[in-house]
Every structure is written in C-alpha cells, then in structure tokens.
C-alpha cells in the first residue's frame, strides 16, 4: 500500500518484512492487548511493543504473527526492541506533532514544498513545446 507522491510511502523495509503505519484504532487495540498480556507494569513496555508489531509487522500483504503473544513467543526482546523503535521513527517522520517545536515544523513543510515542486519539475515542458502559447489573434 503506497501513499501518493505528495505523502510517501505508508510501509518500510525491515528485514522481517515491512512495517506499516496503523490508525489510531489499531494503535489503541494494540496497546489495550499489550495491557492484558502485561502481568505488571514491568511488561506493559515489551507487551505493548509485541502487540504493536503483530499489527505493523507484514509480509507479502499479510501479518507476520497472529497476535502479541505469537511475536513474544517468536522474537528476542532485543528484535521486538529494534522494530519497534524502526515503527516509531517511521511513523513520527509520517505524523509530525505540533510538539516537536517551530525549528522541526518549518523544516518539515520546506522539505514537502521541495519535494513536490521538484516533482512536477520539467513536467510540463514536453507538453508546452507541442503546444506553444499562442500571443494575440491571428486572422
């Protein structure tokens, strides 16, 4: 699942498969599962990791593991660590924040008017040699 050229990709590599952005469901679904895998709140961190990943986590279009427990039981601490810090890069560079300060926000909109004025960057050009404007009225 691709964005459009205006807002990227909705997915990265990893090397388990790729990573996808989750809606704001899916996020609380997970975290609500992590919770009730959590016997305290020691766990709550690597439980609500897990169930993340079980969502975000695919591999040809489909989930890598069932649910948080399969990827508790199928992953190292350290692998759940890794993906889901890769997750979470991912998805504050796709879902900036007011938050992150004025510095981070202009930076951000210079970079997304670049990339889409140099995407259309000589689109135009093969069209209007075809087709030159025409000044004034000819009879």
């Known amino acids: ?16 498969g790729r990573l996808r952005l989750l809606s704001a469901r899916e996020v609380l679904d ?15 961190a690597l439980c609500r990791n897990a169930c993340l990943l079980a969502r975000a986590l695919e591999r040809r279009g489909k989930p890598v593991f069932e649910d948080g427990a399969a990827v ?3 992953l ?3 692998d759940i660590a890794r993906l889901s810090d890769a997750w979470a890069r991912f998805n504050r560079e796709r879902n900036p924040s007011a938050l992150d ?5 202009e930076r951000r909109k210079k970079a997304w008017s670049t990339r889409l004025m140099s995407a259309f960057n000589g689109a135009c050009s093969a069209c ?12």
């Open 101 to 105: 300060g004025e510095r981070e926000i």
């Open 72 to 74: 508790l039981d199928g």
């Open 76 to 78: 190292r601490v350290e």
């Open 30 to 44: 997970a975290r609500q599962e992590g919770d009730a895998l959590a016997r305290d709140g020691r766990e709550r």
């Open 1 to 16: 699942m691709e964005g459009g050229f205006w807002t990227g990709p909705d997915q990265i590599r990893v090397k388990e």
């Open 128 to 139: 209007s040699a075809l087709c030159p404007p025409r000044s004034g009225r000819k009879a």
